[in-house]
């Protein structure tokens, strides 16, 4: 029979995918996917944009996503992506990110607009899977506002499955 503590500890409710609380923290580290749309990435309504690969997120325990808008932050610069606008709100309802497992079976539907945190009380969805990263993609239903200068942010919190988890910074005596 497990005591009071034993039935509420995190480390517990975890293991049955329950997820986390609010106040807990979200992983201990985070990685941004950027992606321009443009010559290079064609974006056409009801095409698959695939996600690039990222063998540390797919060698990890998603934690959480977040997707950024306009109101974070205008525009996005990196070496790999060049400088680009960043969706807002409103155009991000067009998109569903589809998460793929490594059996290449979908484990969730996420409309974009749920993932922006700017909209949802800057609470960042979160998750306690595995996915493969370069099997996702995003479908958009209308892409007649975007541009080839506007492009589209993740950031993905997770748990390294080989390094050292949360709940070993938090354990709780019984």
Same mark, same amino acid.
Request: aromatic share 12%; proline share 3%; hydrophobic share 40%.
């Given at each position: 029979?497990?005591?009071?503590?034993?039935?509420?500890?995190?480390?517990?409710?975890?293991?049955?995918?329950?997820?986390?609380?609010?106040?807990?923290?979200?992983?201990?580290?985070?990685?941004?996917?950027?992606?321009?749309?443009?010559?290079?990435?064609?974006?056409?309504?009801?095409?698959?944009?695939?996600?690039?690969?990222?063998?540390?997120?797919?060698?990890?325990?998603?934690?959480?996503?977040?997707?950024?808008?306009?109101?974070?932050?205008?525009?996005?610069?990196?070496?790999?992506?060049?400088?680009?606008?960043?969706?807002?709100?409103?155009?991000?309802?067009?998109?569903?990110?589809?998460?793929?497992?490594?059996?290449?079976?979908?484990?969730?539907?996420?409309?974009?607009?749920?993932?922006?945190?700017?909209?949802?009380?800057?609470?960042?969805?979160?998750?306690?899977?595995? $996915?493969? !990263? /370069?099997?996702? &993609?995003?479908?958009?239903?209308?892409? *007649?506002? +975007? @541009?080839?200068?506007?492009? $589209?942010? !993740? /950031?993905?919190? &997770?748990?390294?499955?080989?390094?050292? *988890?949360? +709940? @070993?910074?938090?354990?709780?005596?019984?």
């Amino acid at each position: 029979m497990k005591t009071r503590n034993e039935l509420f500890s995190l480390r517990w409710l975890s293991s049955l995918g329950l997820g986390l609380p609010f106040f807990f923290p979200l992983s201990n580290k985070s990685e941004t996917i950027a992606m321009q749309f443009g010559s290079a990435m064609p974006l056409l309504t009801g095409t698959r944009l695939f996600l690039p690969t990222d063998r540390e997120i797919d060698e990890s325990i998603i934690n959480g996503i977040e997707c950024v808008d306009n109101t974070h932050m205008t525009s996005y610069a990196d070496t790999s992506s060049g400088t680009f606008d960043l969706l807002t709100a409103a155009q991000h309802a067009y998109g569903i990110l589809y998460l793929v497992d490594k059996k290449d079976t979908v484990v969730a539907e996420l409309p974009l607009y749920s993932l922006v945190a700017s909209v949802n009380a800057d609470k960042i969805t979160r998750f306690n899977t595995e $996915i493969s !990263l /370069r099997s996702c &993609y995003i479908i958009w239903s209308d892409v *007649s506002g +975007f @541009t080839a200068s506007n492009g $589209i942010v !993740l /950031r993905f919190y &997770y748990t390294p499955k080989n390094g050292s *988890s949360i +709940f @070993t910074r938090h354990r709780t005596r019984i």
